[in-house]
T-cell receptor
């Protein structure tokens, strides 16, 4: 079983709609969680950190469920520019090594 | 304030050759991590350098080696290249001691193609 798993998609989303997807992680000792966004043939860029209480950043909402060991990302009022691959990232206690999921591809269409 | 910079941007090699990729960390950062991202997959951790030593290593063969210089810049070396080494190689930098909550930032990457 992979340490971090994501539905690869693609999620085809009408412009203006809401889309949500999850990421599961296997190591219960994981400490920190992030969502990164990656455009085609570009480097991953930090989208947002994920806090235990859940957090919002504009149209993006991230949630953490430690009991079930998953994190989620919800995008409201989807824009064409939201089309990208969203990478779930988990960090264990020491060393700042990032463990990535395989990514979820989102395609927002007019 | 320059972010993480990598060179070269693209590279084409043939099987059996050797390659060296370079990374300069963000100003003020002292730790460099390297990742390999094959097409359609998430990045995979190769290794991390701090104080000119390899501190952590992922599940990669000894053909993958690295180095960190006193100015914190780093090199990734791959020997005896295989077709499967074709990937985007990403470098990320961070500051030791900032803890796991500090996110890492990536360079633009080096796209390596093996023919």
């Amino acid at each position: 079983r992979k340490e971090v798993e994501q539905d690869p998609g693609p999620f085809n989303v009408p412009e203006g709609a809401t889309v949500a997807f999850n990421c599961t992680y296997s190591n219960s000792a994981s400490q920190s969680f992030f969502w990164y966004r990656q455009d085609c043939r570009k480097e991953p860029k930090l989208l947002m950190s994920v806090y235990s209480s859940g957090n919002e950043d504009g149209r993006f909402t991230a949630q953490l469920n430690r009991a079930s060991q998953y994190i989620s990302l919800l995008i409201r009022d989807s824009k064409l520019s939201d089309s990208a691959t969203y990478l779930c990232v988990v960090i264990k206690a020491a060393g700042n090594k990032l463990t990535f999921g395989g990514g979820t591809r989102v395609l927002v269409k007019p | 304030d320059a972010g993480v910079t990598q060179s070269p941007t693209h590279l084409i090699k043939t099987r059996g050759q050797q390659v060296t990729l370079r990374c300069s960390p963000k100003s003020g950062h002292d730790t460099v991590s390297w990742y390999q991202q094959a097409l359609g997959q998430g990045p995979q951790f190769i290794f991390q350098y701090y104080e000119e030593e390899e501190r952590q290593r992922g599940n990669f063969p000894d053909r993958f080696s690295g180095h960190q210089f006193p100015n914190y810049s780093s090199e990734l070396n791959v020997n005896a290249l295989l077709l499967g080494d074709s990937a985007l190689y990403l470098c990320a930098s961070s500051l030791a001691g900032t803890g796991p909550r500090e996110p890492q930032h990536f360079g633009d990457g080096t796209r390596l193609s093996i023919l």
